[in-house]
């Protein structure tokens, strides 16, 4: 456990997230979550759209591509939108899941 004698530092870890940033990403992201929500009813009361419950918000072009919410948006499955290929530091290396390629 690194913190047990020290506290965490927040205000560091913040500051490295915006020089690589993934503060803008996150953002990039709630804002299509919260437009989804806004436009989708809710009978539940549990501050997600109906249409949205277990489901991601997938990008059109991935954000780590140097997509945006201007180039759209899609409402998928967990597994759809988390298995796309990746390399060694992480990046989409193929923006066609493996489900997608054996199809063809």
Known sequence: MPYVNKQRPH???????LARGEHEKRMERQRARRAVDKKGKEFNSNGKADMREGKD?????????GGSNKNGYTIQ??????SF???SSHGL???TSTKERKKK
């Open 11 to 17: 205000k560091k870890e913040y500051q490295q997230q």
């Open 57 to 65: 918000i997938a990008h059109k072009v991935a954000l780590s591509k």
């Open 77 to 82: 499955s967990p597994t759809k939108n988390r």
């Open 85 to 87: 290929k990746r390399n």
């Open 93 to 95: 290396v193929s923006e």
